[in-house]
């Protein structure tokens, strides 16, 4: 196989880590907050978050091409352009597959038994111990599988980090990208391999999302 297929696909799950990770600090707090807190604007804030499931990527590639572009502010605040770099094709991703952690995080709280929450907190359990001993051991199957579910959509990415990275190979061709490459110049052979390799790659990864959704159903019924 093309060396320049696995250099893309190197570059296609080290983007889907930092992104998941990102997601997973910052989407947990905020899955938490949209769960169980009511405040002014809280649709109007929700329907920005989810705006990514319904808006053509190419038009969220273009605000942020103009967003991280050398002109554009995210630039002038740290004096480089991260348009077509390893850190513009992290920051688009983030933001893209937000709403499908953030939507994952969110059920995963929402099945909690609010009784435990409130049992705890009359005791007098602090926050954390609270977290620590009863949302974190309830709740992790499903923040796993929401994660997993966002790496392998990052994986699959194609017009958000087309519009913020380009085609750059050994810089910015993501995997996605390669193979519309591929496709462009008429080279279907090596394309139907580098698809069946993402096709076997995103298949693994649905599959350990879906055991891991199980695994939290059956300790919440285990447990209740």
Known sequence: MDPLFWTALQLSLKVSLWASGFLLLLGVPLAWLLAFRSFPGKPLLEAVFLLPLVLPPTVLGFYLLLFLGPEGPWSRILGVSWAFRLEGLVFASVLFSLPFALTAYREAFLALDRNLLEVARTLGVSPFRVWARVVLPLTWPGLLSGTLLAFAHTLGEFGVVLMVGGSIPGKTQMVSIYLYDLVQALRFR???????????LSLLLLALARVLEA??????????
Do not use: H, N, Y
Not at 190 to 197: P, R
Not at 215 to 224: C, M, Y
């Open 215 to 224: 695994k939290g159903r059956s300790w919440k019924s285990t447990t209740a």
């Open 190 to 200: 090596e394309a139907a391999e580098a698809a069946s390799v993402l096709l076997v």
